[in-house]
């Protein structure tokens, strides 16, 4: 009975197995940083102090000294005592608690050592994953990883001197290529998604390079890209690009299956009542799909909104500065949604039509 | 730029469906006011996270109800965003606290040091409604996609039982979920392309990324907008088989009587 339920979970139970291992390795994996870490055995608010900022804010600073012991490197088991000022805001302090570990560089802290949170949450959303779409959502998590390391690879070749723009397009058609693929197998299906993918794209950029060359960027506020040395107008239309790509395959993976569905169930079908199964698919899939990208795109600067709002700046004030950025980021992603829809039903038909020919 | 830009959308998007089309760019409209009101209510020092979760509630309610109609599929979607959103909260509310992820990591210094930093608001549960907001457009996707698909199985076969329709709302899910991580994946990428230049500036190592504050604010926002993804399947798919099979049973004891 045991032996059964034991080989009906084997999986299961590695998984967990290793799980455990990996949070217990990276919870003592000290020794491979070569900055130093500090765990933090005691806490002492030395004083608490007020300071009122132009608008009459009070806020409250918090002198302490913080004693601990070293985890690493050749002052091993030493302890050291740190003087660290914390902030009731935490703006720009963060607030330690005792048997955190940190960095410490001479007499400062200098940041959490956070690796173990984002492996405990990582490995929360693989369980989550494995369970509700098993091998399925393994493998999308599998084209998330390879596209990372295509993302990674892109930035090197630009940093020896290629063109970024000219690199994102390469990168958007091997991403495209890879994840539909290893979503849907080598088909006609995939095949129509990827040429879709890639006309909507190059339709995308001529669009995206129009405005721009058009505007000349009027209203567009870098704030957020100025800390690069490189010119911001340069990475601007990149990550743009980028942002969008995967919405983009989103859409045509999603009409081009619809497509192949339809004609499957019917083969006698005519091209007019595909083209208007294929618009009602397509408005299905705009509203919510922009959504997606309004959310993840424009609530980003809610830090930096209460930041100047509390400094006496307006909603206005926000909307026309740094409120810009995303703002063009989720139009261009939008714009991309709402016009990969045509292209690949378009496409689509084209090519199913042909090969029932 | 970005009115021309927008322009070029609403002519797109009225383009694919003049009456649909809109409806979701004045929804998006008034989206964006809501979400001008949270940031708001926020600044002015209202508690972040009950402000979050209430414009999530009411983000929701304009997605669904107004450009979806209501009906039995809008109505589950809600109950099942609205349970894991409650599910999440303390699950984002535990990283955030742990990994000290609020506020802005040297990266932005730039960008922020012409404000004061005494602002006498706690950005710790600045942090989690950010989060919260974040993940509320990616999984009120998933979940209406769900639940309208499972409705059209059920039209289509009203003999299934439960647990069939339950399992199929998983496989639509899994279909669903491939091409959501994609889309989630690289708008964060977009987003990130600026900070890992600058990582590269500054040759910082994989282990000095991975314990950075911005890098790792990021990647937890995102990692939490798949988890809402992923999460809100299977509760949309049991939410909804019940609800289907509840308004079915009465449907015939109705016609019966009739």
């Known amino acids: 009975m045991i032996s059964k339920v034991l080989k009906k979970n084997i999986n299961m139970i590695i998984f967990i197995m290793l799980s455990f291992l990996t949070i217990f390795f990276v919870y003592h994996d000290d020794f491979l940083y070569s900055k130093e870490i500090m765990k933090i055995t005691s806490i002492k608010t030395e004083k608490i102090d007020e300071s009122q900022n132009a608008f009459g804010l009070k806020e409250k600073y918090y002198y302490q000294k913080i004693k601990g012991v070293i985890t690493n490197g050749k002052n091993k088991g030493k302890t050291k005592t740190i003087e660290y000022e914390e902030t009731y805001s935490s703006v720009v302090t963060d607030k330690y608690r005792v048997n955190d570990k940190v960095f410490i560089s001479d007499h400062d802290i200098d940041g959490l050592k956070r690796d173990i949170y984002i492996v405990i949450l990582f490995i929360i959303f693989i369980a989550l994953l494995y369970l509700i779409g098993k091998y399925k959502g393994l493998l999308s998590l599998l084209s998330v990883v390879l596209n990372f390391i295509i993302f990674c690879i892109g930035i090197d070749l630009y940093f020896k001197g290629i063109n970024l723009l000219l690199l994102c397009i390469v990168e958007s058609i091997l991403f495209s290529i890879l994840s539909l693929f290893i979503a849907g197998g080598i088909n006609k299906k995939t095949i129509s998604a990827i040429i879709s993918v890639m006309v909507s794209v190059i339709t995308l950029l001529v669009l995206l390079l129009i405005v721009v060359y058009t505007t000349n960027y009027s209203g567009i506020y870098f704030n957020e890209l100025s800390f690069l040395t490189v010119p911001p107008e340069d990475i601007l239309i990149p990550e743009l690009f980028i942002g969008t790509i995967g919405a983009i395959m989103d859409v045509a993976i999603t009409i081009s299956s619809a497509i192949s569905e339809l004609i499957e169930k019917n083969k006698n079908i005519s091209t007019y009542n595909l083209n208007k199964s294929s618009k009602q698919i397509g408005k299905d899939i705009m509203s919510t799909m922009s959504n997606v990208l309004f959310f993840t795109y424009l609530c980003g600067g809610l830090p930096i909104f209460v930041l100047a709002f509390r400094n006496g700046y307006s909603i206005y004030n926000y909307i026309t500065t740094n409120f810009t950025l995303e703002l063009t980021r989720f139009l261009v992603g939008s714009i991309g949604i709402v016009m990969t829809i045509p292209i690949s039903s378009f496409i689509s038909i084209k090519i199913f039509k042909r090969g029932a020919k | ?258």
């Open chain 2, 1 to 258: 730029m970005n009115k021309i830009l927008m322009l070029i959308l609403f002519i797109l998007m009225i383009y694919i469906d003049r009456k649909r089309g809109v409806k979701l760019f004045f929804s998006l409209l008034l989206n964006f006011i809501i979400l001008m009101i949270i940031f708001y209510m926020t600044a002015i020092g209202f508690n972040p996270i009950i402000c979050s979760l209430l414009g999530c509630f009411i983000i929701s309610l304009i997605i669904l109800y107004f450009v979806n109609g209501k009906n039995i599929k809008t109505k589950s979607s809600l109950i099942s965003i609205c349970i894991v959103l409650i599910l999440l909260v303390f699950l984002i509310f535990g990283m955030t606290y742990l990994s000290r992820i609020a506020g802005f990591g040297y990266e932005s210094y730039e960008e922020i040091n012409m404000f004061s930093y005494d602002v006498k608001i706690d950005f710790t549960e600045i942090a989690i409604s950010l989060i919260l907001i974040s993940l509320i457009g990616a999984t009120v996707d998933a979940s209406i996609a769900v639940s309208s698909a499972l409705y059209e199985v059920y039209e289509n076969n009203k003999h299934l039982s439960f647990k069939e329709l339950y399992q199929s709302g998983i496989n639509i899910g899994r279909d669903i979920l491939c091409t959501n991580t994609n889309t989630l994946l690289f708008a964060f990428l977009g987003d990130f392309m600026t900070l890992v230049i600058w990582f590269y500036k500054g040759h910082y190592s994989f282990l000095d990324v991975i314990n950075n504050k911005t890098f790792c604010a990021e990647f937890i926002r995102i990692l939490f907008s798949a988890i809402g993804c992923v999460m809100v399947i299977p509760i949309t798919s049991y939410v909804t088989s019940k609800s289907i099979l509840k308004l079915g049973k009465e449907k015939t004891i109705f016609d019966i009587k009739d």
